[in-house]
């Protein structure tokens, strides 16, 4: 029977020996899984037992909604929070032990009066900004810090954290000054653990490595070294039936907006996989989907529901009513179909919609 929808299969298998390569690539340090975002969208609560038997023990997520059914899930492993938490969130944290990402002195400045009301100490990773100008104290508040040593009493600080802008282009200079600027920190600040690399960053090198990477794209399949083939194995597939096959003639045209034109006699197939489901609609006039490893150009607007492709260079028995086109995969890489979309591999995997039948593999 013809499924009525996109079939997506998560290779849970891969995901395992993803973090396995990755472990190798930075030897003796720790490898905190990045899980936010349901996992880059290939479903939390699958991945997460996966990581957790393969021996990952730290998971970061991005604020505390994710945080909790993760802990629900995960009752021993170490859980920070990336942003979002408060230290109004103290009761809600320290029950489900969670380890807040501080951001700025004022976050830090709050834990500090919450932990010594409770005349507790309270674990924390403090986020160091090196370059990024997103989250975390820069050179002005790191000096401040120093000046306040007692800002941080009744602080346990498990890491301190800083994040790399440009860790997939391994030219570029902006990694080895983030580097200086963290070390230049280090020099100054108490003595902690330090968390670094993302995916990219453990492919930058040992001494980009410290305590603690936090690879999160690799896990997933995508390329951490863009320049160079994939080194991790391919997690993802999504395959979809043909619903119609119609015939043209030179002049007609297609989908909504009339924007693509026939040149010449031909087929063309519609799939049940529209933007709604995360086929994104800059694919338009642009993006391929594979017939055992035929492609099809996508013709005219990708709908909200689906997506006609010219079939005429692909054989006869490839392109009938039923038959499976492939739209992720080994024919089509993640970053192929990001390349033709625009975007970049995190935004086609974290927008994969919800109503494919997910199979996973284990
Ligand atoms: C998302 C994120 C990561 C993971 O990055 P990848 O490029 O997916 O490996 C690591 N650290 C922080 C702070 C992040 O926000």
Redesign the pocket.
């Known amino acids: 029977m013809t499924p009525e929808t996109g079939i997506l299969t998560i290779d849970l298998a891969a995901v395992a020996a993803n973090y396995r390569l990755l472990a190798e690539k930075a030897p003796g340090k720790q490898i905190a899984a990045?899980i936010?975002a349901d996992a880059?969208g290939l479903g939390m609560t699958r991945v997460a037992p996966v990581l957790a038997e393969a021996g990952c023990g730290f998971f970061?997520v991005?604020n505390m909604a994710e945080a909790l059914p993760l802990r629900a899930i995960q009752p021993e492993a170490k859980i920070a929070v990336?942003h979002g938490l408060e230290a109004g969130d103290w009761d809600t944290v320290s029950r489900n032990r969670l380890i807040p990402?501080l951001p700025h002195l004022g976050a830090i400045r709050a834990w500090r009066d919450a932990a010594l009301e409770r005349q507790v100490t309270a674990p924390v990773i403090i986020?160091l900004d090196t370059g990024m100008n997103r989250?975390g104290l820069g050179p002005d508040d790191v000096a401040q810090l120093l000046d306040h040593p007692e800002w941080l009493t009744g602080l346990k600080i498990e890491f301190w954290?800083s994040?790399l802008a440009c860790?997939?282009e391994p030219e570029n200079p902006m990694n080895a000054a983030q580097l200086a600027a963290l070390t230049q920190y280090l020099i100054k600040l108490p003595a902690a653990p330090l968390?670094f690399a993302?995916?990219?960053?453990?492919f930058l090198g040992a001494q980009y490595h410290f305590d603690q990477v936090?690879?999160?794209?690799?896990?997933?399949g995508?390329n951490?070294t863009p320049d160079q083939p994939n080194p991790m194995r391919p997690v993802v597939r999504l395959e979809a039936p043909i619903l119609q096959v119609r015939d043209v003639v030179p002049g007609m045209t297609a989908g909504y907006g009339a924007t693509w034109r026939s040149k010449r006699l031909g087929k063309l197939a519609v799939l049940p996989v529209g933007y709604a489901d995360g086929l994104m609609r800059s694919l338009s006039n642009r993006g391929h989907v594979s017939f055992g490893g035929h492609l099809a150009p996508v013709a005219g607007r990708v709908s909200m529901d689906l997506v006609t492709v010219d079939v005429t260079g692909v054989p006869e028995p490839l392109r009938q009513i039923g038959a499976m086109g492939e739209l992720i995969g080994a024919a089509r890489e993640v970053e192929t179909v990001a390349r033709e979309a625009g975007t970049i591999g995190?935004e086609i995997l974290t927008s994969l919609g919800s109503r494919y039948k997910r199979v996973y593999k284990e």
Do not use: M, Q
């Not at 993302?198 to 453990?202: E, L, P």
């Not at 936090?214 to 997933?220: D, E, I, K, S």
């Open positions: 990045s936010k880059y970061y991005a990336l990402v986020f989250l954290l994040h860790s997939d968390s993302n995916s990219g960053g453990i936090r690879p999160g794209a690799a896990l997933y995508l951490p995190y």
